[in-house]
């Protein structure tokens, strides 16, 4: 397992505008799937975890192929303790929208939504439209069935978002 030091904690954070690739010759570290997993896991425990959890997500150098990282995705997209619900939902909607799979886990978000959206409804609907669109962006036929199910729903303005967005 990965175990970076403060030193390089310093040199990853320092260099906040590089990108993966770009972090790689002054950063000497390259984490598989189990290794970012687990530094993500880690940051929801640190005093900096917001910045630290985003940039080990989108900048950390990794050797691990992009189903693997979308399998990453996934399990962060219904994990709480991070704000990057959002984000993530956007690269299922922008980046990562060939995977059927995907409607599963986002139609998961839907029911189960992160505790800080749940209960303030300037959060929760713009949150769920969000969720939507990345459904609707995901493989046919599957995303006309899952917004179909969710234009079933017994919450009006759910129902009125699922059926506005097809």
């Known amino acids: 397992m990965i175990k970076v030091s403060e030193k390089d904690w310093k040199i ?3 260099n906040y505008r590089m990108s993966r690739d770009e972090l ?6 390259k984490a598989n799937f189990e290794e970012l997993k687990q530094l993500l896991l880690e940051s929801k425990t640190n005093h900096v975890f ?3 959890f985003n940039a080990i997500l989108w900048r950390f150098p ?32 922008q980046y990562y929208n060939k995977d059927k799979k ?9 029911s189960s939504l992160p505790e800080f959206y749940k209960y303030d ?13 990345a459904i609707g962006a995901q493989p046919e036929p599957y995303n006309i069935d899952a917004l179909e199910t969710i234009s079933q729903s017994e919450d009006e303005e759910i129902r009125e978002l699922a059926l506005t967005s097809n």
């Open 12 to 14: 990853f954070h320092e």
């Open 24 to 29: 790689l010759p002054i950063f000497p570290y």
């Open 50 to 52: 917001n910045n630290r």
């Open 62 to 93: 990794i050797s691990i192929s992009e189903t693997d990282f979308l399998k990453l995705l996934h399990f962060f997209l219904l994990e709480s303790g991070h704000h990057d619900h959002e984000e993530i939902i956007s690269s299922l909607q």
């Open 102 to 110: 995907s409607i599963e886990y986002l139609m998961k978000v839907i």
């Open 121 to 133: 409804e300037d959060l929760k609907y713009p949150f769920i439209r969000k969720i939507i669109y």
